[in-house]
């Protein structure tokens, strides 16, 4: 990227630390609802964990049954959208101050892609 045709993209320190220090009562609930969530599938795990292995696998079973076609029509439209981001003039825009260079090249992360790649591939079908 050269630096004539960069864009600098800047945010106010405001943007990052809006509501920060303040809980509204909404807030307080939803961190409760969830941490109970948690805690409620966890001990359901720890207590029945076939019981809960076998609705899980419904679950799954039901949503690609049912949705697997939404699934790959999201992810086609989500990569053609990346390329279409890179390809535009949204594929210049810098992230940093003008006269910093990127930490890494597009061959390394090419490279940190495949590895992470190869990385969840191994854990899924290990």
Same mark, same amino acid.
């Given at each position: 990227?050269?630096? *004539?045709? =960069?864009? &600098?993209?800047?945010?106010?320190?405001? =943007?990052?630390t809006a509501?920060?220090?303040? &809980? *509204?009562? &909404? *807030?307080?609930?939803?961190l409760?609802? *969830?941490?109970? $969530?948690? $805690?409620?599938?966890? $001990?359901?795990?720890?207590?029945a964990p076939a019981h809960l292995g076998a609705v899980f696998d419904g679950a799954l079973a039901m949503i690609t049954r049912n949705f697997g076609w939404a699934y790959l029509w999201l992810v086609l439209g $989500?990569?053609?959208?990346?390329?279409?981001?890179?390809?535009? &003039?949204?594929g210049n825009l810098?992230?940093? =101050?003008?006269d910093e260079e990127p930490e890494f090249s597009i061959g390394a992360w090419f490279s940190m892609l495949f590895a992470a790649g190869m990385g969840i591939g191994l854990v899924f079908w290990g």
């Open positions: 990227m050269s630096g *004539s045709h =960069a864009q &600098r993209v800047g945010l106010p320190l405001a =943007a990052f509501g920060c220090g303040s &809980r *509204s009562r &909404r *807030s307080v609930l939803q409760v609802f *969830s941490a109970g $969530l948690i $805690l409620a599938i966890v $001990l359901w795990g720890i207590v $989500l990569v053609v959208m990346a390329v279409v981001l890179a390809c535009s &003039r949204y810098k992230l940093g =101050a003008e």
